[in-house]
């Protein structure tokens, strides 16, 4: 996959980890198959601590790949997909987020949107 490299885009989702802390910078709307995942994968980890791992690996010089979104029904109000491929408690694990952001990007405006978690 290609790494994110636009820099816009590149400055908003790092400014959108940075803010892992927060409620509502780092969202999740996952299914219920990916919550038992979770669970049964990663020990029952608390979303906002896969926000801050996801912070770190970043922060750590991990790469964001991004994909041009495909599916109908995401490609219209999102050009692209996040992906992040880290490793939590020793499980190699696939992240896939949307990024809302808008141009010029502001500090402490954009947040990303976790989709999906799974193993990799």
Known sequence: MPPLTDLDRLAAYRDA????SVTDYIQFELTEEAHRWIRRELGGITLKEIGRLMYDYVAAGGEIDE???TRPEWSDPYE???DLRLT???TPVYIETRLHHRL???PDESWILV???HAR
């Open 17 to 20: 980890l940075g803010n892992w």
């Open 104 to 106: 010029p990007v502001t």
């Open 80 to 82: 692209f997909h996040h």
């Open 88 to 90: 939590i408690h020793e």
């Open 115 to 117: 989709v999906n978690i």
């Open 67 to 69: 994909t041009p979104e």
